[in-house]
């Protein structure tokens, strides 16, 4: 009875996104005291709140999100992680790329239609900013999503590493010549891990039903090892994409990843159950990883209150959990083809002629330019104009693209592209440290490639990805880990731009006085010039060196993100 029920109320529901509702939330940024694992620290929220709320809406909703910038001491800037912007390119989100920072004091509305579905979230792009919390669930509710019917409760489960100390000051000490010549520039390690931006989290369970997880690794930097003591994962979506159902144990989430895995609760409500995360501590530097570092949180799945909660079981890290190529699309989408342009980035860390640690594309460290990306159309499909170091490609209309991903660093790299869901071709496994695999000239695409909007590569390995350049705009590609956004492992490209002209995207204006406020040019190339497009003078080559390793004296405010050299 309830079944049909459920199901009637589906097929009413189905109606809904024609209808495409506007959401609208008026949200003020600004700081607030949090403690999630105990220690007290200053932390971004929402209205006051975090941790942050999630955003709610149904496939065909047009989404409006005020932003008040409330903080007094930076910037920000919210990207919609896995949200295609398909002609709204302008409401994407990163500082300097597709808008500038909203300045203190200032307001800025994005506003977009959301035609995609599954579990997505939004962060900060500026600044590294979204490791002091400005992050949270994006969730697209889906009346016709395959299996709705059986699923009788909706859960949220985020997983995030932690720190106790803010971001610009861990950003300056991971950048400095100091962290480079004592420890080879490795990256500051969280303090603890997260589940629901807390810790000892309890997720009422009713016996016999079944659960919708929605799973997203809102964190900074760590992989996260996630499993639920005797109960199965059907994973029913990655990263927005349904796939067909498939049970596992044990999850492993990148930063940025998701999964919706259905949960068949236990029959009887006789005793509760233990969720395990974990914290891969192979990504951690030992010489920087104090003794006593506890990588896990738990949680629990109480059935009954009156019992007891166990302890955690102990977990083994599986290798099959980095294996989500197993996954395939419930849309059983075909290898894209033939490929039209081959492109290959190849990664590195070295330390740069002022012996700060940086990391590079093609031997090309991205620095943020002195304004967004934007030109007449005379010269809007020249990359050169955006600046070397925006390490922008042009790229053109219905091309298939092919990405080769060189990792020859011996650490793993989530990557992450705005705009798309694209095709994982090929990935190698992991390689033993400091051993290098080198790629095939070919590759033979599975029928099916798994999809998703971020990959792990592996360390001293390679990725081919595909996807369609269907989607005009300024796209970025980059690891998804903030401390490597921060240090330059980024790449643009800039799809179809005669037909993003074409569009006409309006730009508003509470975007445009944003730019004024803080003295930002609202075009130009990447030096700012408007007069001569090919003059690069003045274009942004070197990453600030101001007080970088001076850790007695750090900067007093993020204002310098203010000045566009930092996004
Ligand atoms: C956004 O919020 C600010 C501050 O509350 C308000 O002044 C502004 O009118 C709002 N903008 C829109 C488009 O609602
Ligand atoms: C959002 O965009 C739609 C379509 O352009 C427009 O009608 C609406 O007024 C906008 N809303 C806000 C709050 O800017
Ligand atoms: C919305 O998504 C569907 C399915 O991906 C696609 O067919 C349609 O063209 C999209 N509509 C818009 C306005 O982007
Ligand atoms: C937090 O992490 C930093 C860096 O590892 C360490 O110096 C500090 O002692 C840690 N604090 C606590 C309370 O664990
Ligand atoms: C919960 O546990 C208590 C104590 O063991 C028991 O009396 C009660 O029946 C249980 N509730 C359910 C729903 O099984
Ligand atoms: C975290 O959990 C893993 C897996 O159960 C275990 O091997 C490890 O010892 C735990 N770490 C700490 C600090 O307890
Ligand atoms: C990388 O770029 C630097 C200058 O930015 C240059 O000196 C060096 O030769 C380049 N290396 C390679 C492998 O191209
Ligand atoms: C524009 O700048 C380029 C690079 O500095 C220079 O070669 C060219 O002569 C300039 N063009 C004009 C019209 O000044
Ligand atoms: C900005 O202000 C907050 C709240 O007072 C403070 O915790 C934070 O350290 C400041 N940030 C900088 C970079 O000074
Ligand atoms: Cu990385």
Do not use: A, E
């Given at each position: 009875m309830l079944h049909l029920t459920l199901l009637f109320l589906f097929q009413l529901f189905s109606i809904s996104p024609s209808l495409g509702a506007t959401v609208t939330y008026n949200w003020n940024i600004g700081w607030v005291n949090v403690s999630p694992d105990g220690f007290n620290r200053p932390a971004i929220g929402i209205n006051g709140q975090w941790p942050c709320p999630p955003i709610e809406v149904t496939v065909g909703d047009r989404l409006v999100v005020n932003v008040t910038n409330t903080l007094v001491n930076e910037t920000t800037a919210i990207h919609f992680h896995?949200?295609?912007?398909?002609?709204?390119?302008?409401?994407?989100?990163?500082a300097m790329v597709t808008q500038c920072p909203i300045a203190p004091g200032s307001s800025f509305t994005y506003n977009f239609t959301v035609n995609q579905t599954g579990t997505y979230w939004y962060h900060a792009h500026?600044?590294?900013?979204?490791?002091?919390g400005l992050r949270g669930p994006l969730l697209v509710a889906d009346p016709n999503a395959p299996g709705v019917s059986l699923i009788s409760k909706e859960v949220t489960l985020t997983v995030s590493d932690w720190y106790h100390s803010q971001a610009p000051g861990l950003i300056q000490y991971f950048q400095s010549p100091l962290n480079q010549n004592l420890h080879g520039g490795s990256e500051p390690v969280p303090n603890a891990t997260l589940i629901n931006e807390a810790q000892n989290v309890k997720f009422p369970m009713v016996a016999g039903e079944y659960y919708l997880f929605r799973i997203i690794n809102m964190g900074a930097f760590a992989g996260q090892y996630l499993q639920f003591d005797q109960h199965e994962m059907i994973v029913v979506e990655v990263d927005g994409v349904y796939t067909k159902p498939y049970p596992v144990t044990q999850l492993f989430l990148a930063a940025a990843q998701r999964y919706s895995v259905i949960v068949q609760a236990k029959s009887t409500a006789t005793e509760n159950f233990a969720i395990v995360l974990s914290m891969d501590l192979s990504m951690f530097d030992p010489s920087v990883?104090?003794?006593?570092?506890?990588n896990n949180a738990t949680g629990w799945l109480v059935y009954n209150s009156s019992k007891p909660l166990p302890a955690p079981p102990s977990i083994t890290y599986l290798s099959s959990a980095l294996d989500d190529t197993v996954f395939v699309p419930y849309d059983g989408q075909a290898a894209l083809g033939p490929v039209t342009t081959s492109l290959g980035l190849t990664l590195a860390f070295n330390p740069n002629n002022q012996d700060q640690n940086r990391a590079t594309l093609n031997n090309i460290t991205y620095i943020p330019q002195k304004a967004p990306l934007s030109a007449p159309a005379s010269v809007v499909s020249n990359p050169l104009i955006y600046g070397v170091n925006s390490n922008t490609h042009v790229l053109e209309y219905g091309a298939i693209v092919q990405l080769l991903i060189i990792n020859t660093d011996n650490g793993p790299h989530p990557f992450h592209l705005h705009g798309h869901q694209f095709q994982v071709i090929a990935r190698s496994a992991p390689t033993a440290d400091d051993t290098l695999l080198t790629p095939p000239t070919t590759v033979t695409a599975p029928a099916s490639p798994m999809r998703r909007d971020t990959l792990l590569v592996n360390g001293g390995g390679y990725a081919f990805i595909r996807w369609q350049v269907n989607n005009p705009g300024v796209t970025l590609f980059h690891c998804h880990i903030e401390w490597h956004v921060e240090a330059g492992l980024v790449a643009t490209f800039l799809e179809a731009p005669t037909q993003l002209q074409a569009l006409g995207l309006v730009i508003p204006q509470n975007h445009k006085d944003t730019c004024t406020k803080l003295g930002i040019p609202l075009t130009g190339n990447a030096a700012g010039n408007t007069v001569n497009w090919t003059d690069l003078a003045g274009a942004n080559i070197e990453p600030p060196l101001n007080n970088w390793g001076a850790l007695v004296n750090p900067p007093t405010s993020r204002v310098r993100r203010m000045t566009g050299a930092w996004f």
């Open positions: 896995g949200i295609f912007q398909t002609g709204s390119n302008q409401m994407d989100g990163p500026v600044g590294g900013q979204y490791i002091d990883t104090p003794k006593n570092l506890n």
